[in-house]
């Protein structure tokens, strides 16, 4: 289920995530009428297919529910409720349309992706899921999600609907580690996550697991003895290299009885560039695999192999530029007035909007979005710009920084231009783009549009990162480049998920 029912919402939080996902529900609905050229008006609907509807999507558990609805709902009450009615006596022309808010439509996907065999993932530190999202296009199911931030997860839930919604837990891996086997039963094929290391020893006198910093790492560790996975994946920064060598020998650590038998693994480590995967941004991670021994025997494969293989697949890849990423979406002015950005308009940009470009001609567009014909554009709205800001993006030309000449008499923060040289940038778009980071929830300077007076909005950092333009980051504007800047990029994902799947059988 997307929806809590209404009648059991007690916290604030949990309210505000209610009135969020009913204003999606609406809003695909009326952006569905726009695309069609219908104006929807209140629509005539008996009340007991109403409120199966309403039943059916979790809104609501019985129609005692009703008034506590309208009452929660206010003033966006009469919109949802003429939205929910054109569902109901438009079954046919919306088909799809509001599944994956649906608790009925999520149960029919869930069904449909038990039927199918296929090898599987944990996703530990999955954030808003663009490393699942790689490996189930690469033909992977997701067995278990899992991250602390409640608006990574209804990011996750909403764009993963195949996945049951107990599989998808929101809590500290190191109470989750301690009873997985409520959760998942057999070995999973890989086990895959991103945990955050602070604590690095300069002099590498002290372990990185036994660092108290690093305690998250520690019990993933432990929650790979747990599974005892065929394969680890494990991504994380390029600054991890210099205890690369203590991670390793973590996994190698590892001895696993399972019955009468021991596993253990062997693990290496590499940097790759998402570039190198045709994302349209130059993005190095440092990427681990393990394989646990068996695996290794019966395959005669190796994590060194494996790497040299993804290597190989990358090989005549195309290189993928900013401007790839930046065609074929509409052009926005950004806000000039504060508070503005949770504010949907036709020149800043709206939340939930028609894709006026129909099918993509741009090969990017077409790669990220699988060849598919996307009505929609989610999260493309641009970022407000003060005064001062807008005259700084203004001058600069793609290249420039803060230490240009053409800004030096309005730059805020010339003063630190040593340490801050970097602050401002306008992106190159020939090139692919510079890596989208988490910092972007806290301003967009350092990714200025190349050719419009704003910032990348949330649509076009997503774009660089690859994800399609269907895939939905729910939550606050501004945290939605946080959950965009922390993920792993589809496309690389995938692009390791295929060469881990030839030796899951």
């Not at 729910?474 to 965009?484: A, D, S, V």
């Amino acid at each position: 289920m997307m929806f809590q029912p209404v009648s059991s919402l007690k916290e604030k939080t949990e309210k505000k995530e209610f009135l969020e996902l009913a204003g999606v529900y609406t809003r695909l609905v009326q952006v569905f009428c726009e695309k069609q050229g219908i104006t929807p008006e209140s629509e005539n609907v008996q009340p007991g297919e109403f409120l199966k509807e309403l039943q059916d999507t979790g809104v609501i558990e019985s129609g005692q529910d009703l008034p506590v609805l309208e009452e929660v709902l206010g003033k966006e009450w009469p919109a949802f409720r003429e939205a929910v009615a054109f569902v109901c006596t438009h079954r046919e022309e919306t088909e799809g349309l509001v599944d994956r808010l649906s608790g009925k439509g999520r149960r029919e996907w869930q069904k449909r992706e038990e039927t199918e065999k296929k090898p599987s993932l944990v996703d530990f530190f999955c954030g808003a899921g663009g490393l699942s999202l790689g490996f189930v296009q690469a033909g992977f199911s997701i067995k278990l999600a899992n991250d602390t931030e409640e608006v990574c997860m209804e990011t996750y839930r909403y764009n993963h609907p195949e996945i049951p919604p107990e599989k998808t837990v929101r809590g500290d891996i190191r109470k989750l580690v301690e009873h997985l086997e409520d959760y998942i039963q057999e070995a999973p094929d890989v086990v895959a996550g991103g945990p955050p290391c602070q604590g690095f020893s300069e002099a590498n006198r002290q372990r990185v697991i036994d660092d108290p910093r690093n305690r998250l790492y520690k019990y993933f560790i432990k929650a790979v003895e747990k599974l005892a996975p065929k394969f680890v994946v494990m991504e994380n920064v390029k600054g991890m290299m210099k205890v690369a060598h203590q991670v390793v020998e973590d996994y190698e650590a590892l001895r696993i009885v399972r019955g009468d038998r021991e596993y253990t693994y062997r693990a290496a480590c590499q940097l790759l560039n998402s570039q190198d995967f045709s994302v349209a941004q130059s993005r190095e991670r440092l990427i681990y695999i393990a394989v646990r021994s068996d695996v290794q025997e019966k395959w005669g494969i190796t994590p060194e192999s494996l790497f040299e293989e993804i290597r190989e697949n990358c090989q005549g890849n195309p290189v993928y530029c900013l401007e790839d990423a930046l065609e074929e979406i509409r052009p926005l002015d950004a806000p000039r007035i504060k508070n503005q950005n949770e504010v949907d308009s036709e020149t800043t940009g709206k939340k939930i909007d028609v894709n006026r470009q129909g099918v993509y001609r741009n090969p990017y567009l077409r790669l990220i979005n699988g060849d598919r014909e996307i009505p929609f554009l989610f999260n493309h709205k641009a970022r407000y710009v003060s005064d001062v800001n807008y005259e700084i993006y203004r001058r600069l030309n793609p290249g420039d920084d803060a230490t240009d000449e053409k800004i030096a008499d309005i730059m805020p923060y010339a003063h630190r231009n040593h340490c801050f040289k970097d602050k401002y940038f306008k992106l190159i778009p020939d090139r692919p783009c510079r890596t989208i980071t988490a910092h972007l929830k806290m301003d967009c300077h350092s990714h200025i549009h190349p050719y419009q007076v704003r910032s990348l909005t949330p649509r076009e950092a997503a774009r660089v990162q690859s994800f399609p333009d269907d895939y939905l980051f729910l939550g606050p504007y501004l945290k939605t480049y946080m959950q965009i800047g922390n993920a792993v990029p589809p496309l690389m994902a995938a692009g390791i998920a295929k060469v881990i799947k030839k030796y899951t059988q």
